[in-house]
């Protein structure tokens, strides 16, 4: 039992899990238990086809493959589930965003524990959020301009200036590579609350309501558009860097 389940879970994390090798791994387990439910919820997140039609229909037709028709049904719905999910470029960004400033965030207090909260607020401003050559209007300017709507629909602008900081420039590069295995490990507690949710739903005979259940785990599809939406700001940062310094000497 201990073998499969940790196997599972290393599929799970895969973007080239297949469907085989998940009916393989799922009729290993007798019981629908928390940890048979787990395990279908992270093949799910962990899995990069299935927003694919292609793939829910191949899922239907397995049907008759699972030991278990429950699984197959928990697995189909939240694939349903997610499905009907549409997301846009601005929730992207904003979940992008929001998780580095988390993770700079949290480094940062840890590297500079003993430090008054106000004075620790505004250090992490002075190195994240002020260029070394700003002076007072410009520090104005950038606190006027994240008041202003700009911030709510993260704008090119507004991104173009806020990532003009060398220090901030630099840990969002850093944070692209491990982005996906951050999201991955905060989920967690997502992934434990949809799971009882499951759980709750199997006990009352309703499966079929999966389809209702909110405040989804992010699933491997969405962060990687998230990095990949990053990486191209990043590339556009260093084309425009480029761009300004030959202009300078010509």
Known sequence: MVKFFLLFLDLSQSKNMHLEDFIEIANQFKDLDQQTVQNIVYWVIGSSSILNDDFEKKLILSKFRFK?????????????????????EEEFMKFLFRKLFKFIKKNFEDNNKGMLRKQLNQKFFETYFIKKDQGAKDVENFRSLKKTKLVKMISNKYLMVLLSNDNLFNAFESFLNIFKD????????????IVIQILLLIENKQIEKIINIKNLPWIDVWMEKCKVMGVEIIAKIKLCSILAKKIKTT
């Open 182 to 193: 951050v999201c991955m490990k905060e989920s967690q507690r997502k992934v434990t609350k």
């Open 68 to 88: 278990n028709a429950q699984i197959h049904q928990i697995a189909l719905h939240l694939i349903q589930r997610y499905k009907l999910v549409n997301k846009n």
